[in-house]
């Protein structure tokens, strides 16, 4: 897979855990009622973040100073759990690209300190999982 369908892949795992949030929906639901299947790697973002979202939650909420999980908007928190998602448990993907990737979802979808506080975060977690 080249990095520009994973850059896609991981915006479509974007948007299908933020509507999950959204409608407060099961991901096995939200997935159920695509018309098409997607990528493989989307399917393992989306269902490793809805898996392992304890220890991902709790992962970021040590590393988050000062902003509890339902402090932040949406889309960072989505962001934060789908980079450490794949620090944890994706080894094959470089700790660069997993915060790169991340970074850059943050400042498209929503603000440019969004970028920051992702990065310092998940940098943070790398640190951790991935000495």
Same mark, same amino acid.
């Given at each position: 897979?080249?990095? $520009?369908?994973?850059? !896609? #892949?991981?915006?479509? #795992?974007?948007?299908?855990?933020?509507?999950?949030?959204?409608?407060?929906?099961?991901?096995?639901? %939200?997935? #159920?009622?695509?018309? /098409?299947?997607?990528?493989?790697?989307?399917?393992?973002?989306?269902? $490793? %973040?809805?898996?392992?979202?304890?220890?991902?939650?709790?992962?970021?909420?040590?590393?988050? *100073?000062?902003?509890? /999980?339902?402090?932040?908007?949406?889309?960072?928190?989505? %962001?934060?759990?789908? $980079?450490?998602?794949?620090? /944890?448990?994706? #080894?094959? %993907?470089?700790?660069? =690209?997993? *915060?790169?990737?991340?970074? !850059?979802?943050?400042?498209?979808? +929503?603000?440019? !300190?969004?970028?920051?506080?992702?990065?310092?975060?998940?940098? +943070? *977690? =790398? =640190?951790?999982?991935?000495?």
């Amino acid at each position: 897979m080249t990095s $520009g369908s994973r850059r !896609e #892949a991981r915006e479509r #795992a974007l948007s299908l855990l933020y509507e999950c949030d959204a409608k407060g929906q099961p991901v096995a639901v %939200v997935l #159920a009622e695509l018309p /098409l299947d997607p990528d493989p790697f989307v399917i393992d973002l989306v269902r $490793g %973040v809805d898996t392992h979202g304890i220890r991902i939650d709790e992962l970021i909420q040590r590393f988050s *100073i000062d902003w509890s /999980l339902d402090r932040m908007p949406v889309i960072d928190r989505t %962001v934060l759990r789908l $980079g450490a998602y794949e620090l /944890l448990f994706r #080894a094959d %993907v470089p700790i660069g =690209a997993v *915060i790169s990737e991340a970074v !850059e979802l943050a400042k498209r979808f +929503s603000t440019e !300190e969004s970028g920051r506080f992702v990065n310092g975060v998940l940098s +943070s *977690i =790398a =640190a951790e999982v991935r000495p």
